[in-house]
């Protein structure tokens, strides 16, 4: 059975930092694009971060480049979005994607997300 565990959000003062971890399991993590997006009440889920199945890429938001910083570890199966000089703005749940297309079959998987919340 597929699993994506988020963990580690909570409420942070303006300029502080949180790492949030998503634990895999049920799936061959290592052949899958990792990713981490977010929504904020009334938006749309947009895209925070993204690391490739080698770990040797990574991407960011533009909103965020610069003071997130995503990572996976592949021998206990986990991917970190290390989160610095929060902003109000990135209040939002944050959700955890797993990724993979091989030949014409796509892979998606979602975890339930986990709740930050920016505020002094």
């Known amino acids: 059975q597929v699993q994506l565990v988020e963990s580690g959000g909570g409420l942070v003062q303006p300029g502080g930092s949180l790492r949030l971890s998503c634990a895999a399991s049920?799936?061959?993590?290592?052949?899958?694009?990792m990713s981490w997006y977010r929504q904020a009440p009334g938006k749309e889920r947009e895209f925070v971060a993204t690391?490739?199945?080698?770990?040797?890429?990574?991407n960011y938001a533009d909103s965020v480049k610069g003071r997130f910083t995503i990572s996976r570890d592949a021998v206990r199966n986990l991917v970190y979005l290390q989160m610095n000089s929060l902003k109000p703005e990135d209040t939002a749940v944050y959700y955890c994607?797993?990724?993979?297309?091989?030949?014409?079959?796509?892979?998606?998987?979602w975890g339930q997300g986990t709740q930050v919340t920016v505020s002094s």
């Open positions: 049920g799936f061959t993590f290592s052949s899958y694009i």
């Open positions: 690391i490739s199945s080698n770990g040797a890429e990574t």
């Open positions: 994607n797993a990724y993979r297309q091989l030949l014409l079959r796509k892979n998606d998987y």
